[in-house]
């Protein structure tokens, strides 16, 4: 089993920035990647950013690319995403998943970019 926990997001407006965490626990060894995914309202949630175990590796949305970077720290088990450049459509829950044989999902955060 494996749990994350996301906490940072809030109200920010257009051009502002956030830093989302995402504190994963349990069995970690299991995890291969680590991703940020969205969901704003009325639309299916969709991938943000992805990062492999070792950070090697990334992979972004077309929308985020240049504006949001994902990285990791292992020696506290967390994930950052940080986001700049914020627009009123990133405006959504964003959930942050560990990436195992099954996904694992955190309960969401909400991020509001609204003047």
């Known amino acids: 089993q494996v749990q994350v926990v996301e906490s940072g997001g809030g109200l920010v407006q257009p051009g502002g920035s956030l830093r989302l965490s995402c504190a994963a626990s349990g069995s970690i060894f299991s995890i291969y990647a680590m991703g940020w995914y969205r969901q704003a309202p009325g639309k299916q949630r969709e991938l943000v950013a992805t990062?492999?175990?070792?950070?090697?590796?990334?992979n972004y949305a077309d929308s985020v690319k240049g504006r949001f970077t994902i990285s990791r720290d292992n020696a506290k088990n967390t994930v950052y995403l940080q986001m700049n450049s914020l627009k009123p459509e990133d405006t959504a829950v964003y959930y942050c998943?560990?990436?195992?044989?099954?996904?694992?999902w955190g309960q969401g955060t909400q991020v509001t970019v609204s003047s």
């Open positions: 990062i492999t175990s070792a950070g090697d590796s990334t």
């Open positions: 998943s560990a990436i195992a044989t099954i996904v694992y």
